[in-house]
C-alpha cells in the first residue's frame, strides 16, 4: 500500500512540476527600423536622384501615335480590299486547274482499275482502294474588316520619362532636395534574346553615388540575360515585358539604395513566451517579459527618437535578465526551477526577438549556444519546425 503511495505522489509532483512550468505566449506587433550601411549625420540627410535613359514617353504620345496608326489603316484599306480579291481571283483559277487535275487523275485510275481482274478489284476494294473522285473545296471570300479604332491599352506601354524615373527612387528617411547624397543612375532599354525557344532579357543599369562630392558607392546591374518566359521573342509582348523588367530594375534599385542609406521601416510580430509564475519562483522571468513586451509596443518608425531609444534601452534590461537566467539553468535535473524547458523558451524568444530586430549576429550567437545544449533540451516537432524557420531568416536573408 506504501509503494502505490509513494508512486501517485511521485506522479503527483511530476505533474505539479508540469503546470508550475507551463509555458504560455501572445502575439506582440511592433515597428523595426533597419539602420543604413553608411550613417549620414542628421543635418546632412538631404538626397538627389539624376536618371538618364532612352524612355521619353507620356500617354498623350502614346493615344497620338495610336490614331495615326489607325489613320494609316484606313488610307490602307480599299488596297487592302483590292489586293485580298485579287488574291482570292487566283486561289478560284488555282481551284479550277486542281479541279481538272482531280478529275483527270481519277479517270487514269478508272481506266487503270477496269484492267485489273475481278479478284484484285475486291481486293483494292476491300482496302479501301477503288479510284474515288476528291474534288478540292471551293475557297471561300472574306472581305477584310474595316478598320475600327480602340483606344490603347496603356498597360502595355512604359510610359515614363527620366523626371518620373528619377521620382520613384525613394531613399527612405531622406530628404529629397539638396545633393549632398547625389545618385545617378544609367538605364538602358531592355534587350531581347532567344534561346533554345525561350526569351531572355537584360537591362544594363549603372548606379553611382557621392556623398559631399566624393564617391561612396558605385555597382552595374542586370548586364546578364535571364529568362522572361518560356516562349520565344516572337510570341510575347515586348512591351509589356519590357514595362515588368524596368519596374524589377527600379526595385531593385530603390532596395540597394535603401538599405545602404535608407531607414527602412518594417511592421512585424513575434510570439514572445513566458513561465508562469506559480508562488513567485520565477518573478525574474516575469519580469524579463514585461521589460520585452511592453518596450517592444513603445519603438517608433523614427530609429532616433526619445521613445524609441528609451524602449530600446529598457528592453535590454529584459534580455539581460534573460542572459542571466540561463547561467542558473540545470540541464541534468528536470525537477529544477531553471531547468531545460525554462532554457529551450528562454532561447526561442532571444533568437526570434533578436532576428525581428535584423540583429543577425546576436541572433546567429544565441542559436548556436542553444544547439550545443540541445542534447540536454527535447524539442517537438512544431519546435524543430520552428527553428529551421529561425535558422532560414538568419542565414539565407
Known sequence: MKKYYLIVCLFFVSIQMILAQGITGEKVEFNVSQLPEVSIPADQQFYAVTVNSPY??????????????FQNELEAYDQKVIDSEAEYKTKLEQHETDITLAKEKFELESKEFSELTLLERLAL??????????????????????????????????IVDNIILASKIVINGLERGQNILNVQVEIDKVNFQDNAGQSFANQPTKIVVTLNGEENFKTDLFTEFEMISNYPTNNINKNREEKKYLEKVMRKINQLLNERYGYINQRKSMYLEVVK??????????????YV????????????????????????????????????????DSKADYNAKIAQYVYFNLIKLHVALNRKVEAEQYLNDLQENLVNIKLSYDDEKTLERLEQEIYNN
Do not use: C, F
Open 56 to 69: 521619353n514617353v507620356t500617354t498623350e504620345d502614346v493615344i497620338a501615335q495610336s490614331k495615326t496608326d
Open 125 to 158: 476494294t476491300d482496302q479501301g482502294k477503288k479510284p474515288t473522285l476528291v474534288l478540292p473545296n471551293r475557297p471561300t471570300y472574306y472581305k477584310p474588316a474595316e478598320p475600327i479604332y480602340r483606344d490603347p491599352d496603356l498597360n502595355d506601354y512604359v
Open 277 to 290: 509564475n506559480r508562488k513567485n519562483t520565477y518573478d525574474e522571468l516575469e519580469k524579463a517579459h514585461i
Open 293 to 332: 513586451l511592453t518596450n517592444l509596443k513603445k519603438i517608433q518608425e523614427d530609429p532616433n527618437s526619445r521613445m524609441t531609444i528609451s524602449a530600446m534601452e529598457n528592453m535590454q534590461k529584459g534580455i539581460d535578465i534573460w542572459n542571466n537566467v540561463l547561467t542558473l539553468v540545470d540541464y541534468k
